[in-house]
């Protein structure tokens, strides 16, 4: 099932995407499936990013190919950071650079959507607290990340969390494509096979450090091929079963 966040006519709804129309919810899907009556195209819609999360969980160097890249050892244990909420923006919005940096870069990940309240959770039960997954676009000033000691402004702003389309539900988030395309051209080709640690383990591991909650997302890393972007590119991720996560680039 495809859960999806939208605007129309005004009004912020969630909706049960089929095919090319939309079931709209009475609330989010997190809390309960319950539909009103109406039906909308979604050409009639704006979709909006997937999630509103209290926080956004992310790994970092969880390809073994991207940990080469940057010339760094594969981490024992995962390496996590936090994304504020405000980074947060969905499909066809606009990645917008800071003054700050003189280097951004695209990096495409699988997004977890978490589903219920998680603390502490056994890694065997792990996908009982997973909603769903979503492409994720990890913007990052690198200039900054290799400056600072700490990684927090380099992924923190405004609009450095692309999400969407919408949340795929029914999937095995084992072996997926995950590819990054910037104006048209592949930049990032590899698979979640590749991940050092895998879903559960991922999910057992944060929540084992903080209560994640509905709609909590966690980016699950990168795979090697990060690059720059610049005014005026258009980079899109591309995860299998789940769509295209498409945005702009502005100053």
């Keep these: 099932m495809r859960f999806c966040r939208f605007s129309h006519k005004g009004y912020i709804q969630w909706g049960l995407l089929e095919g090319e129309n939309l079931r709209p919810l009475s609330t989010p899907p997190f809390i309960e499936t319950k539909f009103n009556n109406d039906s909308i195209s979604l050409k009639e819609v704006k979709l909006l990013a997937p999630a509103e999360p209290s926080k956004i969980v992310c790994l970092g160097l969880n390809y073994a190919d991207h940990a080469r890249e940057f010339k760094l050892e594969v981490p024992d244990e995962p390496i996590i950071f936090i994304k504020p909420p405000t980074t947060v923006i969905g499909p066809e919005e606009e990645i917008i650079l800071p003054r700050a940096s003189k280097r951004v870069d695209y990096e495409a990940e699988l997004a977890i959507i978490i589903g219920k309240e998680a603390y502490n959770v056994k890694e065997e039960k792990a996908f009982e607290y997973i909603f769903g997954f979503t492409c994720a676009n990890d913007v990052t000033a690198r200039d900054l990340q290799k400056k600072d000691v700490q990684w927090t402004r380099s992924k ?85 079963k789940i769509g295209t996560l498409k945005n702009t680039v502005k100053e």
Aim: proline share 9%; aromatic share 8%; hydrophobic share 40%.
């Design 156 to 240: 923190s702003f405004n609009t450095f969390c692309p999400l969407g389309p919408w949340i795929e539900t029914d999937l095995d988030p084992g072996n997926l494509s995950i590819k990054l395309l910037l104006n048209g051209e592949i930049k990032q080709n590899s698979n979640t096979s590749n991940l050092i640690f895998k879903i559960p383990y991922i999910v057992a591991f944060i929540s084992s450090i903080m209560t994640l909650f509905p709609g909590d997302v966690i980016l699950t890393g990168t795979p090697s091929g990060v690059g720059p972007i610049k005014p005026g590119d258009i980079v899109e991720v591309v995860i299998d």
